[in-house]
């Protein structure tokens, strides 16, 4: 089974013909199990703005209110959902649009990522507390392609907005997956973020977590989750640019990227 995080800063919400829905539905097809659990930043942003409500990314992550998350949930588990799995029924893929609080797969608590040294309230933004695979088991064993949004509840149903890639990383986790790949918009990791030149080819789970302190931005909470599912329980990760889809194909057959290993 290989989960593939599709990352907000790839996905284009008004494209029709999508070529890395194409490859992941024809991949669905041909008989591969996957998960995808899809991001959607720009989205919100867009979203966010139209509303005039501020949530600033600090650290990584985006401090959210209770407006903000409004927004948030509409627009992932809304707009972008129902377009994905739209355009993936159209590939012909047996698609299920669905969030990460469907079926009991995941709920979570209150987030306090430390930020410069700090413990920082973000707001309705969460981290795993508990992750089941059944329910994604069951629908992938049946033949369909679960599409993810990575909007999820406290165990009161107090949805909270989580990060696309730490949502993947659970799920890749839990699923025991033979690999999670996350699809972003840079080559790989990069050994000293931000310096294109370091990109790192391959490294083991021990050495990831011994220079994880060091990334910064975006690139923060996707060490984080790379690092999560290989302790949780996927088996490989993978970190690759889809700004070109053909990297996709590499990936799933196994090459590309940066690849990280227990």
């Known amino acids: 089974m290989i989960v593939i995080k599709y990352g907000g800063h790839v996905l284009d919400e008004s494209q029709t013909d999508d070529p890395i829905i194409t490859m992941i ?3 669905h097809k041909a008989g591969t199990q996957l998960v995808v659990v899809h991001g959607g930043g720009p989205a919100i942003n867009r979203n966010l703005e139209k ?3 501020e949530a600033p990314i600090i650290g990584g992550w985006r401090k959210t209110s209770a407006e903000a998350m409004q927004v948030v949930q509409s627009t992932l588990s809304g707009s972008i959902l129902r377009n994905l799995a739209n355009q993936f029924i159209a590939a012909g893929a047996q698609a299920v649009g669905l969030s990460t609080a469907d079926g009991n797969t995941m709920r979570v608590k209150k987030f306090l990522p430390e ?3 700090v413990k920082t309230d973000m707001g309705f933004v969460g981290e795993p507390s508990s992750v089941d695979g059944k329910f994604l088991s069951l629908i992938v064993n049946a033949g369909y392609l679960p599409i993810l949004s990575s909007v999820a509840t406290g165990v009161d149903g107090t949805p909270f907005n989580l990060n696309a890639d730490i949502a993947a990383g659970a799920i890749a986790g839990a699923l025991e997956a033979d690999q999670v790949i996350f699809i972003t918009d840079v080559p790989g990791i990069y050994r000293n973020w931000p310096d294109q030149a370091s990109l790192i080819s391959s490294i083991s789970l021990s050495e990831l977590s011994s220079i994880a302190h060091t990334f910064q ?3 923060a909470p996707k060490v984080k989750a ?3 599912s290989l302790e949780s329980g996927a088996k490989l990760a993978r970190v690759i640019d889809g700004t070109n889809p053909e990297n996709l194909l590499d990936a799933i057959a196994g090459t590309g990227g940066t690849v990280v290993s227990k």
């Open 51 to 53: 509303e005039s409500i």
């Open 226 to 228: 790379v690092i999560a």
């Open 217 to 219: 931005d975006g690139m």
């Open 115 to 117: 930020i410069e040294g």
């Open 25 to 27: 539905a024809a991949a």
